[in-house]
């Protein structure tokens, strides 16, 4: 498992090489900025990690679909329109969440995450609820039958 840096500065990667480079279980160390991502991500097996010294220096606008397990931490994930922020079908799937902000679909359509069968666990963090509007959930988070929340 390694540690890969992302940002501009001496062996550092843009983000989406960096993703393109990284292996299960490896860690991208996000330097402080806001990146602009593509709509949707799909991770594997990884972790991601703000290098601020709070959550609101490093900010990722994207949303991610996992396919098996994501850690966040130290950093704000703001979704895209018409997506979750993070979300999984998969019943192996994990998310773990470390002093991260999720701010849902601004369309206020989705939640900011969405499990059908797997684990959630969170310190320290904020899952913004989805705005109120029709057809909406109004709900920060939803969760299959058979999904763990701690």
């Known amino acids: 498992m390694s540690t890969i840096?992302?940002?501009?500065g001496f062996l550092k990667k843009p983000f989406l090489k960096a993703l393109e480079s990284a292996k299960n279980g490896d860690t991208l160390v996000?330097?402080?900025?806001?990146?602009?991502?593509?709509?949707e991500l799909v991770i594997m097996n990884l972790?991601?990690?703000?290098?601020?010294?709070?959550?609101?220096?490093?900010?990722?606008?994207?949303?991610?679909?996992?396919?098996n397990a994501i850690t966040?931490?130290?950093?704000?994930?703001?979704?895209?329109?018409?997506k979750c922020a993070v979300?999984?079908?998969?019943?192996?799937?994990?998310f773990l969440f470390k002093n991260v902000e999720i701010c849902p679909d601004p369309?206020?359509?989705?939640?900011?995450v969405y499990i059908e069968q797997g684990t959630v666990n969170a310190?320290?963090?904020l899952i913004r609820a989805a705005r109120l509007e029709e057809n909406s959930?109004?709900?920060?988070l939803k969760a299959g039958e058979k999904s763990q929340i701690h």
Request: hydrophobic share 30%; proline share 6%.
């Open 30 to 39: 996000l330097d402080p900025g806001e990146y602009q991502l593509p709509e």
């Open 123 to 125: 310190t320290r963090s």
């Open 137 to 140: 959930y109004g709900w920060a």
């Open 87 to 94: 979300s999984a079908s998969h019943i192996e799937a994990s």
């Open 5 to 8: 840096g992302v940002g501009t």
């Open 72 to 82: 966040l931490e130290n950093l704000t994930l703001i979704s895209p329109p018409y």
């Open 107 to 112: 369309a206020g359509k989705k939640v900011g």
């Open 47 to 67: 972790n991601i990690c703000g290098n601020g010294e709070t959550r609101g220096d490093v900010v990722l606008k994207t949303s991610f679909r996992v396919r």
